[in-house]
Nanobody, 117 residues
Framework: QVQLVESGGGLVQAGESLRLSCAAS????????MGWYRQAPVKERELVAS???????NYVDSVKGRFIISRDNAKNTLYLQMNSLKPEDTAVYLC???????????WGQGTQVTVSS
């Protein structure tokens, strides 16, 4: 059983920073790619950033230059450093992962990020 626990969300003002963490309990299995989605009210879920097991990353255009995704493979933990936050970044942020060998996507429970103007 794989479980993901997110932390680090909160309420900040525009221009400030937050760092999200996502700890995966999967000592038995090997993790392949990981990433972050966000879900804002009345909007579709959006892939924000992803990172492979080798460290290659991708970002949605709206966060390039502001967000940094990283992972600590020894700790099975994923991070999202969010800088220069904007009100439009307000959403529930959900982490996910794929295990090696393919199969389903595992999800965290989500953490709320609210950016006030």
């Amino acid at each position: 059983q794989v479980q993901l626990v997110e932390s680090g969300g909160g309420l900040v003002q525009a221009g400030e920073s937050l760092r999200l963490s996502c700890a995966a309990s999967s000592s038995t299995f090997r993790i392949n790619s990981m990433g972050w989605y966000r879900q804002a009210p009345v909007k579709e879920r959006e892939l924000v950033a992803s990172i492979t097991s080798g460290g290659s990353s991708n970002y949605v255009d709206s966060v390039k230059g502001r967000f940094i995704i990283s992972r600590d493979n020894a700790k099975n933990t994923l991070y999202l450093q969010m800088n220069s936050l904007k009100p439009e970044d307000t959403a529930v942020y959900l982490c996910y992962l794929y295990l090696t060998g393919g199969g389903r996507k595992y999800w965290g429970q989500g953490t709320q990020v609210t950016v006030s103007s």
